[in-house]
């Protein structure tokens, strides 16, 4: 079994047609996210066909991302209320990826609405007992400033973690139940994804492709091709096994996405 813990299966299709092909023939489970009803009705039709033909499982994730109310310039209250609609019908397995993102000056003026939709998204999350996804740019006081609230939802995964390893041990002893995903960062050499890659507990990790928008240097896109390199360069720097490391990955990916 490989896991995969954060991709966009309806991005990826402009870019690799095959990729559900492929996807399947690496055995890969992931945990797929969307943010609109085009998005999402795509990623559950290849969920439910994967279901069928008995195929490596597809998690269904869905919120309105955090860069939503900048790219559309408007009050996302459709994307949202779509996104209720699921919640209410159960038709998830997590919510996500929502968060905050404060990297740009057009992203930093849409604060106020990704913190409103941040609050929708983890109540639904604390009622409804689902995992919730992050996506966190130049954020974390904001996540610090929900700890409390966060410690109720059943896990919280951080996608492509961009925190410290302070941070992440922080979050940990404050009781939230957190998983921290790492990708590209790390075989790209970003200094304090190293860090925190090699020193935060081994059962709190994750690996993820974040296909299309982490590829590795010279390519064009990721895809679960990148997860071999990125398991690799995970148990080089904490100087573990390959073998080992991947079975503990796929063992934390079911604890934190499908609560067993």
């Given amino acids: 079994m490989a896991t995969d813990s954060h991709c966009h299966l309806y991005d990826l299709l402009r870019y690799m047609p095959e990729a559900e092909i492929e996807r399947r023939r690496r055995g890969v489970i992931c945990a797929a996210s969307s943010w609109n009803t085009e998005d999402f009705l795509y990623t559950e039709s290849l969920a439910k066909k994967a279901a069928l033909d008995h195929a490596p499982r597809i998690l269904l994730c869905h919120a309105v991302h955090p860069q939503a109310p900048a790219a559309i310039n408007r009050n996302p209250q459709e994307l949202l209320s779509f996104f209720e609609q699921l919640v209410k019908e159960n038709r998830l397995n997590a919510i996500g990826e929502t968060g905050f993102d404060l990297f740009t000056e057009s992203l930093r003026k849409t604060q106020a609405v990704q913190e409103e939709l941040f609050v929708v998204h983890l109540d639904y999350a604390t009622s409804k007992a689902l995992p919730l996804v992050l996506h966190v740019r130049k954020a974390m006081h904001e996540v610090f400033a929900y700890s409390r609230q966060l410690k109720r939802v059943p896990s919280v995964i951080f996608h492509s973690w961009s925190g410290t390893l302070g941070e ?62 990125i398991l690799h360069t995970a148990a080089a720097i904490r100087l573990e096994s390959e073998e080992a490391l991947s079975l503990a990955i796929d063992q934390n990916f079911i604890r934190a996405y499908m609560r067993l």
Avoid: M
């Fill in 168 to 229: 992440g041990q922080s979050l940990i002893k404050r009781g939230v139940n957190a998983f921290f995903s790492f990708g590209s960062s790390i075989a790209l050499n970003h200094k304090e994804a190293l860090r925190s890659c090699a020193l935060l507990p081994e059962d709190r990790l994750l690996l993820e492709t974040d296909a299309p928008y982490q590829p590795l240097r010279g390519n064009g896109f990721s895809c679960w091709a990148d997860l071999p390199l």
